[in-house]
């Protein structure tokens, strides 16, 4: 980091854009996630007068703060205070592709997207490693199993060991086509946190560590396991009275071959189709089976992660 503080560069302008990410994959409970081909996508400018101008389009638009209150703002700021910094006004201007309170990481996006945005309102004054990017995403989100992805893209494991938050990237198999099936009702990830025990059984944690595991060996080499591979026994039956319409069709899927499971907290559906012709058949089940109609996603695994640019003067 610099010696000596910097003035914000007024009128500095960068351009950001995170991926949704899904956590879990059924077995890998608060370490596995993946990042997925649906974005926020966010333009962000430092204003020289202590003031805030915000405007979000797109998911859960009418719900988000347009005061220091918002997840984004309390995000650039924390990064901020971290590198000994007074952050600047800000303008942001904000479109949200991934779907909010849908188990698709919105709150981590949006961390994400504020800690990528002061890495590059700070550019040239302050530098971040990766791991200042996790350790300051994870500060604020709690946990890094979805800040993970969204940060570094991919299929990501992720810990916290004695330096701290920590995280592998690891390549999917070209194989996999990741379909995500989204209701138009919400969940709450700390109710659905609350449904589960305190203690599990032995028996059920070695049936998790097995098939996380195999999971890994599912997504990067064989995906004709990933069945097997996304059994989970710690969280997903605990949860199912919140949301039995999502219990209903991960249980239908599962029964005709698809690899289904809760994406994150719920309440939508991740289904990992062993190649891309099979996902239309899971939406045909999914079409089947409940009364809830589901918008379905057919996503790629996102390799990037979040990237900031500095925008041009005089680009659009």
């Known amino acids: 980091m610099a010696a000596e503080p910097q003035e914000a560069v007024e009128g500095r302008t960068v351009q950001v854009q995170v991926p949704a990410t899904s956590a879990n994959l059924g077995p890998g409970f608060d370490t596995l996630g993946l990042a997925l081909s649906v974005y926020d996508e966010l333009t962000i ?15 859960g638009a009418s719900e988000i703060a347009r005061d220091e209150s918002n997840l984004i703002v309390r995000s650039i700021e924390h990064v901020y205070k971290d590198a000994g910094r007074e952050m600047p006004g800000l303008r942001i201007i904000a479109h949200n592709g991934v779907p909010h309170g849908r188990g698709l990481g919105s709150s981590g996006a949006a961390v994400t997207a504020g800690v990528l945005a002061a890495k590059g309102l700070l550019a040239g004054d302050v530098e971040f490693s990766d791991a200042d990017l996790l350790r300051l995403a994870t500060e604020l989100e709690g ?17 916290t060991g004695e330096n701290g938050p920590q995280h592998k990237k690891l390549l999917v198999h ?18 659905a946190r609350s449904l589960q025990p305190p203690q599990v059984s032995r028996e059920d944690a070695v049936f998790n560590v097995s098939r996380t595991a195999l999971l890994i060996a599912a997504l990067m080499q064989s995906p004709e396991l990933l069945l097997d591979a996304t059994a989970d026994r710690l969280h997903q039956d605990y949860r199912a009275e919140a949301m039995p319409e999502t219990h209903k069709l991960v249980t239908a899927l599962r029964a005709a071959g698809f690899a289904a499971v809760v994406s994150g907290a719920g309440p939508s559906v991740l289904v990992l189709a062993d190649g891309p012709g099979h996902r239309q058949e899971a939406v045909e089940v999914a079409d089947s089976v409940t009364d809830t109609p589901w918008e379905a996603l057919m996503l790629a695994v996102d390799v990037r992660g979040g990237t900031v640019r500095e925008r041009a003067e005089g680009s659009t």
């Open 45 to 59: 400018t430092a204003l020289g007068e202590d003031r805030l101008e915000i405007e979000v389009t797109g998911s």
């Open 143 to 159: 946990h890094p199993d979805n800040v993970a992805p969204a940060l570094f893209g991919g299929l990501t494991i992720a810990w």
């Open 174 to 191: 070209r194989g996999v086509a990741p379909l995500v099936l989204v209701p138009e009702r919400m969940m709450s990830t700390s109710l």
